[in-house]
C-alpha cells in the first residue's frame, strides 16, 4: 500500500522500515521528498544555498522524530511542519539578510520567444518573487503552498493545522496583498497584457 501526499509517494512498507531504522528506507524517503522540500524551503527563505542546507537538517531532524511519525498518514504535511520551523527559525536568526533565487520561477524560453518577450518574462518573474519575499511568513506560506506547490485547500488544512476556512480566507488577503505589491510592476504601460 502506498501513502500518497499530493505529490509524494512512499509505500507504507517503506515508512514503517524508515520508523523502524532502515537507513535505506530513509534514503527512498529523502529521495522522494527532496525536490519538493527544497522548492518549499527556497520558497519560504528565498536563497537557493540557504534552502538546501535547510532542506537536509530538517530530513535530519524528521529521522531524528521518525518515532513520533504515523505510517498511516503521508509524510509530507509532517515533515513540512518540521521544515518550515527550521525555516522560519532561519528567517528570525537571520532577519537582515536574504538574497532572493527566482531560478526555479523562471522557464526557460521557447524556440521562437523572442529576446524582448524573453526579458520582459525574467522581469515579471523577478517583481513576482520580490513580491513573494515581501509578504508576511503567513501568506507567503500559503502562496507557496496553493500556486507552487499545487496543494488543495483539504492538503493545505492538513498540512498547516488550520481549517479549510482559515486556508481560504488567508489565501484571499494573500493574494490581494501580492496583487497591490505586484500590480504597477506587472502591468506597466506598453506591456502585453496576459
Not at 512498507?13 to 523502524?20: F, I, P, R
Not at 525555516?87 to 539578510?97: E, I, P, S
Amino acid at each position: 500500500m502506498t501513502v500518497t501526499d499530493g505529490t509524494t509517494d512512499i509505500s507504507k512498507e517503506t515508512l514503517q522500515a524508515w520508523k523502524d531504522g532502515s537507513v535505506k528506507a530513509f534514503e527512498v524517503v529523502v529521495r522522494s521528498a527532496m525536490r519538493r522540500a527544497y522548492a518549499v524551503a527556497v520558497g519560504i527563505v528565498g536563497n537557493a544555498e540557504d534552502a538546501r542546507d535547510l532542506s537536509q537538517e530538517a530530513f535530519m531532524a524528521a529521522h531524528r522524530a521518525r518515532g513520533t511519525f504515523d505510517v498511516e498518514r503521508p509524510f509530507f504535511p509532517w515533515f513540512y511542519r518540521i521544515l518550515r520551523n527550521r525555516c522560519l527559525n532561519f528567517l528570525r536568526k537571520k532577519a537582515g539578510r536574504r538574497e532572493v533565487s527566482i531560478d526555479m520561477l523562471i522557464e526557460k524560453p521557447g524556440r521562437s520567444e523572442s529576446p524582448e518577450k524573453g526579458v520582459m518574462r525574467k522581469e515579471r518573474a523577478e517583481a513576482l518573487w520580490q513580491a513573494i519575499q515581501e509578504l508576511t511568513p503567513e501568506h507567503r506560506e500559503i502562496i507557496i503552498l496553493r500556486s507552487f506547490q499545487e496543494l488543495s485547500y483539504r492538503e493545505i488544512s492538513e498540512t498547516l493545522g488550520i481549517s479549510e476556512g482559515t486556508v481560504m480566507s488567508r489565501l484571499y488577503y494573500a493574494r490581494k496583498s501580492l496583487y497591490g505589491k505586484l500590480k504597477d510592476n506587472l502591468y506597466r504601460e506598453g506591456d502585453d497584457q496576459p
